[in-house]
């Protein structure tokens, strides 16, 4: 538990500068040695903006509501979450800080899911920042349990739950998953029977894989459920009853007095999880419930007293993706809650790394670790992708909110393949980047009060939930594969994809041998050179990909063909989100108003556009879109430009405007942080 | 906590698999589709292998007295860690657990950390497969507590302590780090000044910056520590003491028999850390704590009653050298112990990537979710990695007993740098690959009795103790650099890198333009063409990063150039731990006695071959080194043999001979894991 060897390895370094200084340097300079880094930050023009006007720019139009977050939670220390809490007092916890929401602070987020979905947003990155499992908690209660009332079913139903969901009379769940079915909805089992004589539907759970599993708010506080099942409707034939498909019906689960399970409802706990503890979990098997046929939410399909189904929807599938697109909220807000938790880490590793020094040269003061050109290559690209991710993810509320209101078909069409595709690379770069926020802070990264093991451990679920993010980048292949096919049939392009239509031909010819060798640093900063790269890319991967799908599918079938393809889809897949995400953030480098803080933004749009160039060099090398030269001029000016970014890193995380109250993590606070860890400690 | 819109992915997904089969594909074949992985397992030839062969091959000598320890806690179930614990009373537990190993079970490792190291490890690995806290508690009492009193000490001290260290009488700490100072060691600020009128060491912390933080043991248990300290002898001139660098000394923290902390001494405790709360972590202040001077561990230097120093060494540089290169074990055991880790976690995740089913082709019954190509793109290659980290890191554990007992100084600076980067890479593998464990399990990876977590929190500061993994590995760059100039000198190469000797030149002239275009599946699989395009990139590298540190020392100094070229210098270090790693990989495989499992290693090194190799393309694209047809058939390759690997991973887990009260994950159990996984929640 101490860095037992670390100093050999120190001690053999600097022996070794110090042999290569003498040997390796035929010139023998060693004489006047300059610190770079010094020497560096003068020599080279800093970007000098004010961070104030950078984060004005950035900050959400909902601020004031988080505000009002931070600052009831700031004065009821009772509800703060504390480092070590068993599992069963985090949900009590969880609970009451929810209820303390609602009901001490009054703000209630259920009326904004359809009202104005920004505003909803806000409070839930807000109230993730407080604890996630209470942010995780409240989207489970408005957005997956109330949404589900509200999008899926019709104003009787509204009704009759508004109110109580809304003031958390009625605590609900979102029974969907079973323990055998996760991404495959369609693949659920449970059934609700539809009995004619009682005017019911009769939920059951027909075998253990059916189980519903891993309910949010099942485990203690629910008391309905929205529960998922295939609709059985009785039939005259042989076999009985019609399979209708999945549709979601509400079962109350315990009684509204007593709080007691109710008859042939069988509750157990999940137990713990890796994060998020402080949201109850539970197993739900149903046998033989009787519910009112009033419960089925009849949106998308009713089942009169007479037992004839009824729909707006002509097929199976039709209904089906109306329903699961309802809820697609979800995935927006975990992409955007993700972009908040990234937002968290940086700053805390930032901070660190600025105060942090070790090393240095003979006889000089030791240097900060931002200093080393490690720490900057782990931090700083990543410094810019969350500026990158800001940007795109407001865009993406944005267009969602629009969408609540206009219900425009080719806006929810883009939406819908934009929040998959954002919720699935964002949560997943996310996720990795904690990880490496903690192994660049080193062992005080370690230490619980420093915040990097529950960041990871709440959010590490981000990249299943709400779509498992391996899936949700097969739609954004299938959906760019879609596009691609009207391309050639002359059809319209959605929104976010019309770079295709307009310059596909162009990319899909040869790479300019001439241009592929420009190597300057003003070609290179030039924002079209670098959306041309990121969208030559992707029309590339998207034109080989359907060549091999169809030839593939001649032998193994389109699921076979598919599953041959199926890394070569997911990296389409991301590589048209990067290419989205950089359009997102030239466009807001453009949009900035003022001029010293847009420079700040150039520099750190640029480091995200050419590192990501360079990650996937290989493919630009393999086609000569890029020539040596050039590969190696990328790769220079990326080193450079995190440097750059560096000289600028503390105000850019100040920008993002995180009080120390949110932040929390001693090693992280603004002033005196040393002092305050120490204090935390007990010296 | 619901995976609310993951089927409308799939639902999409579905549709547009169709639109591809019937749009895309001109021919028209969608009428006759064939599963693609049914087609293939029996169209191409799946390697057979009994598992219990290869078992017995990679089976470890010191397997009996693993047995012993996993069947003693087996016996013992109020010594299994529960899945929920408060920190205290995990390290209550963890205190317990190590008292019954020594005390009950019998198990006294002390005596093998000098006589025989590899049962030491062996010990090491089965105990930290208990609980990882319990295995660094283990680490930290024998290994640096006791190491450093019998490698640092002398006979005075052997006689002294070793009976209370072996049988825990003496708990104890290794009280290196402060607060301010980790990776840099020579800068660790406390002070023992000798008083020549009393004969003693007086021990000092300056100020809070030198507070010995993350002290093992010493928050709860510990009765003594080893500290290390500057050691001041008085002097006559105007200073008044002469500075004779950093020294170790066993400093009494706590009464023997009232356990109350000795004056001076001022202890905090560190609190809550991400993982390994089983280990007391403590904070350690001295106020002028007086100790005798015999307790000055003295092998390296000695102070006499009259205040003279006297060191078998002549420089405080090569002291310090001396004094922490004895504790090297303490890396060999974590890279070892790491292994183990991934093991795990690779173990848990196959055998649930088979068991688990989710979607299918149409009217077919669901594929095991390791039949995607996405998964086994995301396992196999790791697989293959775990076998070669266990081949790598079984040599390394052999070389050091070797060296423990020769002290042969070739075979020192060898097992020092494959150390230092066995340690740094194989930790830094296993946390990312335990993450991308979990997250290739889903929802039910999440769950806490499926291990994932506990394995992560733990596993973690892997990367950062015993030296912090970027420190490592520019060490291992230090001495290429060394052997580099060497070479080009006349002199004789360390045994690890021979083979910079041997074919530096052919691998530094330009690549053959014929053989950079061979693409042939028995080329590409020749493990001559593996190692030497391995150890192209590692020669590459190295003496461009040797003209590089030459050219921008003359301006930067030493330092500054050390610093602008630290990028290069890691991926320099990361390459040549892999070409060794490679090499012992080929060894292996050609030394088991089993054809078949011989076989089927073949097909795994193979892919961990060509996986690093196409990771890294851009590389090799850039210099020519492969053509772009020999890319793409590496590429097509790789994807084929973690297919042929997919297909034997039952039996490759199964040989890592990982009994269920090992792996103890529900979903990995080796038969009924469902209904073990739903028995556990309470159905």
Redo the contacts between chains.
């Keep these: 538990?101490?860095?037992?060897?670390?100093?050999?390895?120190?001690?053999?370094?600097t022996?070794?500068?110090?042999?290569?200084?003498s040997?390796?340097?035929?010139?023998g300079?060693?004489d006047?040695?300059?610190?770079?880094?010094a020497?560096c930050a003068k020599a080279m023009r800093k970007v000098e903006f004010e961070t104030d006007r950078l984060a004005e720019f950035i900050r959400g139009k909902h601020r004031e509501v988080q505000e009002k977050v931070y600052e009831y939670f700031l004065s009821r220390p009772e509800l703060q979450t504390p480092?070590?809490i068993?599992?069963n007092e985090h949900r009590d916890l969880c609970m009451r800080q929810l209820l303390g929401l609602v009901r001490d602070a009054g703000i209630r987020p259920f009326r904004y899911v359809l009202e104005d979905p920004e505003k909803y947003f806000a409070i839930l990155e807000a109230v993730g920042s407080v604890d996630m499992s209470l942010g995780?908690k409240t989207g489970?209660q408005f957005s997956?349990w109330g949404g589900s009332v509200i999008n899926l079913g019709t104003k009787k139903h509204r009704d009759k739950y508004f109110d109580g969901i809304d003031s958390l009379e009625y605590p609900g769940?979102?029974?969907?998953?079973e323990?055998?079915?996760?991404?495959?909805?369609?693949?659920l089992q449970t059934t609700a029977t539809f009995d004619l004589v009682n005017d019911e539907f009769v939920i059951n759970t027909p075998n253990?894989?059916a189980?519903k599993?891993?309910?949010?708010?099942a485990a203690v506080h629910g008391k309905f459920a929205t529960v998922f099942a295939r609709l059985l409707l009785p039939t005259h034939d042989i076999k009985g009853h019609s399979d209708m498909g999945?549709h979601a019906f509400i079962v109350p689960i315990r009684d509204m007095k007593t709080h007691q399970t109710l008859p042939g409802v069988?509750i157990?706990?999940?137990?713990?999880?890796?994060?998020?503890n402080g949201?109850d979990?539970g197993?739900l098997?149903f046998r033989s419930v009787r519910i009112s046929r009033e419960n089925l939410l009849n949106r998308f399909g009713d089942v009169s007293r007479e037992g004839k189904y009824t729909s707006p929807l002509p097929t199976i599938?039709k209904r089906?993706?109306a329903t699961?697109?309802e809820?697609?909220g979800?995935?927006v807000g975990l992409a955007y809650s993700s972009v908040g938790v990234l937002k968290i880490a940086v700053t805390i590793a930032t901070r660190y790394s600025l105060l942090r020094?070790?090393?240095?040269?003979?006889k000089q003061p030791?240097v900060s670790i931002l200093?080393?050109?490690?720490?900057q290559?782990k931090l700083m690209p990543m410094l810019a992708s969350t500026y990158a991710f800001h940007f795109a993810t407001v865009h993406l509320v944005q267009k969602y909110s629009e969408m609540k209101v206009s219900h425009d078909d080719e806006l929810v069409g883009d939406v819908?393949a934009l929040s998959?595709g954002l919720k699935a690379y964002v949560t997943?770069y996310t996720?990795?980047s904690i990880?490496i926020c903690?192994?660049s802070c080193?062992?005080h990264?370690?230490?619980?009060?420093n915040r990097?093991?529950s960041l990871?451990?709440d959010h590490?679920?981000f990249?299943?939930?709400?779509?498992?993010?391996?899936?949700?980048l097969?739609?954004v292949a299938?959906?760019l594969?879609?596009q691609y096919?009207e391309k050639f049939q002359g059809g319209t392009l959605a929104v976010t994809w019309s770079y295709l239509k307009e310059s596909m031909n162009s990319y899909l010819s040869q790479p300019n041998p001439v241009t592929a060798r420009w190597e300057g640093e003003e070609h290179l900063r030039d924002p079209k050179f670098q959306l041309d790269a990121f969208r030559y890319r992707t029309s590339r991967l998207l034109q080989s990909v359907?060549v091999r799908?169809?030839k593939?599918?001649?032998?193994?079938?389109?699921?076979?063909?598919?599953?041959?393809?199926?890394?070569h889809l997911?990296t389409l897949a991301e590589s048209h989100i990067e290419s989205v995400i950089l359009a997102k953030f030239i466009e807001a480098v453009q949009r900035c108003p003022d001029k010293n803080a847009q420079a700040a933004l150039k520099v750190v749009c640029d480091l995200y556009a050419l590192d990501r160039i360079w990650n996937?060099?290989?493919t630009y090398?393999?086609?000569d879109y890029v020539a040596?030269n050039k590969?190696?001029a990328i790769h220079k000016l990326t080193?450079y430009l995190s440097f750059q970014v560096r000289n600028i890193a503390g105000e850019l995380v100040d920008a993002f405007d995180l009080p120390d109250h949110v932040t929390r993590a001693p090693i992280a606070m603004q002033s005196e942080a040393?002092?305050q860890?120490?204090q935390?400690?007990?010296?």
């Design positions: 538990m101490d860095s037992g060897c670390s100093g050999n390895a120190i001690a053999a370094a022996e070794r500068i110090r042999l290569i200084g040997h390796l340097e035929e010139g300079v060693a006047h040695p300059r610190l770079e880094t020497a480092v070590e068993s599992m995780i489970v997956l769940c979102f029974a969907m998953t323990l055998h079915h996760g991404s495959n909805v369609q693949g253990d894989g189980i599993w891993w309910i949010g708010n999945v069988e157990n706990d999940c137990g713990h999880k890796v994060g998020l949201v979990n197993a098997r599938n089906f993706a699961l697109g809820l697609v979800g995935r020094q070790q090393f240095g040269p003979p030791e200093d080393y050109q490690s720490q290559h819908h998959a997943s996720a990795k990880s903690r192994e080193g062992g990264g370690y230490a619980a009060v990097f093991g990871r451990n590490d679920i990249q299943t939930f709400e779509g498992d993010n391996t899936v949700l097969q739609q299938g959906d594969l879609k096919k359907a799908l169809r593939h599918s001649q032998n193994l079938g389109a699921f076979g063909a598919w599953n041959r393809c199926l890394n997911l996937d060099i290989g090398r393999n086609v040596p590969a190696k080193d040393y002092s860890y120490t935390y400690v007990g010296f």
